[in-house]
């Protein structure tokens, strides 16, 4: 489990954010998402989630996502990245 859990948000980060492939998302991330901490104007859910790439994506047209550690138990993933 924690080997799939760990693919699953490598290609979070390089498919959606990297890549920029929003369709991704309706695969992975949850209708209900919630993001605890939203950017002013954030809206909840999966919609909301792909909007906020979308900006983030126009706004640093190079944005880049590399995972640089995971650490993965059960259904737990942690995962280091650095932002460029």
Known sequence: ????NKALL??????IYNQ????IADEIVAEAY???NPAPGE???REGFK???A???RAFANLQFSIEDQVAEDDK???RITIS
């Open 1 to 4: 489990m924690s080997t799939a």
């Open 10 to 15: 490598q290609r979070f980060f390089e498919e």
């Open 20 to 23: 920029g492939d929003l369709r």
């Open 34 to 36: 919630i993001n605890h």
């Open 43 to 45: 809206a909840p859910g």
């Open 51 to 53: 909007a906020f790439v």
């Open 55 to 57: 900006y983030q994506r």
């Open 77 to 79: 993933v942690v995962t």
